[in-house]
């Protein structure tokens, strides 16, 4: 699971993460408390294009590279509520890259 390269929604409340745009391909990622809401750890993360991960997947003797959108299951839906997975949903703002060794 990575950051997802085309995500471009800064401003969307995701409960429990707040992601901000620091400029180029830089972002802060803030892990909040769930309950207050407070933030409990921050971390500055580049995030880099499709292009760049599949060039480096290349490089490396991997083959067959593709991306998959991620959904909560179906458990996690019912813990949590519909309301608080929709903004994941609808934004991904993580993704997942596949790559095999060839």
Not at 44 to 69: D, F, I, Q, V
Request: hydrophobic share 35%; aromatic share 14%; with cysteine.
């Amino acid at each position: 699971m990575i950051l997802n390269p085309l995500f471009s929604a800064f401003a969307t409340d995701y409960f429990i993460r707040r992601i901000t745009k620091l400029g180029s391909n830089k972002v802060r990622i803030e892990f909040l408390d769930l309950t207050p809401g407070n933030v409990e750890m921050t971390m500055e993360k580049y995030r880099y294009t499709n292009g760049e991960y599949e060039r480096a997947a290349a490089n490396g003797g991997m083959r067959s590279e593709s991306w998959k959108k991620l959904f909560a299951t179906p458990d996690a839906v019912e813990k949590m509520g519909r309301s608080f997975w929709k903004p994941c949903h609808e934004n991904q703002p993580y993704s997942l890259f596949i790559a095999q060794k060839e």
